[in-house]
C-alpha cells in the first residue's frame, strides 16, 4: 500500500499582475507546512510538481525545511497534469462580453458599485458562477484550453503519477485546487462537472489531500487537511 499526499501551493497573488507568484503569506505557508512534516518525521520516497511557479516555489520552500534539519527531500518530477486549469484567464477574457447580457454578473457589479466593501465578496461568488458553467460548457472562451481538456490532463498526470509510484511509498505532489478537485472526483465519481468546480472553492493553500493505492486500487483517505496553520494563516486563494 501507498501514500499520496496532494499539497495545494501556498497563497497566490490575487490582484497582482502575475498571479502566479506566491504572496509573503504563501511563502509563510509553505515554510510552516515544511516545518510540520519535518515534526511529523514524514520521509518521501518521491516527489512530483505541476509546471506553475506557486507550485514550484510551494515545494521548494517545503524542501528547504527538511534540508534545514538534515533531512532528505527528493528532487522533484515535473507533471504536466498537476497543472491547474485557466479559468481565471478565461473569465478576464469574458468578462466584458458577459457583463452585457448575463443578468446575475450584472447584479453582482451593482452591488460592488452601490457597496465597495462588498466588491471581494461579490467577485469571488462572481467567479464561482463562472467556473461553474464553463465547466459544464455553458460559456466558451476562444483561445483558453477548455474545462474538458484540463480534465483529460489531469487523468493523464494521474495515470503516470500511478504507474511510477511503487509498493509501500510515500510521495509528495504539489499542485492546485483545481486539480485536487479533479482528482478527487476521479477517485469519487462525483456527478458533474459543476460539483468538480465548487470543490476548488473549499481548498485550503498548503492543504493536503490524501489518497492511498493498493493494487489498482485507488482511494481517498482524508480531503482538505490543515494542520498546521493558524486561523490568521488560513486562506483559500
Known amino acids: 500500500m501507498s501514500k499520496l499526499y496532494f499539497f495545494r501551493h501556498g497563497q497566490a497573488s490575487l490582484g497582482a499582475d502575475n498571479y502566479d507568484v506566491l504572496s509573503p503569506k504563501g511563502r509563510e505557508q509553505a515554510s510552516l507546512l515544511g516545518d510540520y512534516l519535518v515534526r511529523e518525521k514524514l520521509n518521501f520516497d518521491q516527489v512530483f510538481v505541476g509546471p506553475l511557479e506557486r507550485q514550484k516555489d510551494t515545494y521548494k520552500g517545503v524542501k528547504e525545511c527538511y534540508e534545514d534539519n538534515e533531512f532528505a527531500f527528493p528532487a522533484a518530477v515535473e507533471i504536466k497534469g498537476l497543472k491547474e486549469h485557466q479559468g481565471i484567464k478565461a473569465m478576464k477574457i469574458a468578462l466584458p462580453a458577459l457583463m452585457e447580457t448575463d443578468e446575475y454578473l450584472k447584479k453582482l457589479s451593482l452591488s460592488s458599485k452601490q457597496n465597495p466593501s462588498l466588491a471581494m465578496r461579490n467577485g469571488m ?50 499542485t492546485s485546487g483545481g486539480t485536487i478537485s479533479a482528482i478527487t472526483a476521479e477517485c469519487l465519481g462525483l456527478p458533474t462537472e459543476k460539483a468538480v468546480a465548487e470543490l476548488n472553492f473549499s481548498i485550503r493553500n498548503t492543504s493536503f489531500t490524501t489518497f492511498l493505492l493498493t493494487g489498482e486500487k485507488f482511494n481517498l483517505l482524508s ?7 493558524k486561523k490568521d494563516m488560513i486562506t483559500f486563494v
Open 223 to 229: 480531503f482538505n487537511e490543515l494542520p498546521h496553520l
Open 125 to 174: 461568488l462572481g467567479f464561482q458562477y463562472f467556473l461553474g458553467n464553463w465547466a459544464e460548457g455553458h460559456f466558451s472562451v476562444d483561445g483558453i484550453p477548455s474545462w474538458k481538456s484540463f480534465r483529460e490532463e489531469v487523468r493523464e498526470g494521474l495515470e503516470e503519477i500511478l504507474a511510477a509510484t511503487q509498493k509501500g511509498e510515500n510521495v509528495a505532489l504539489f
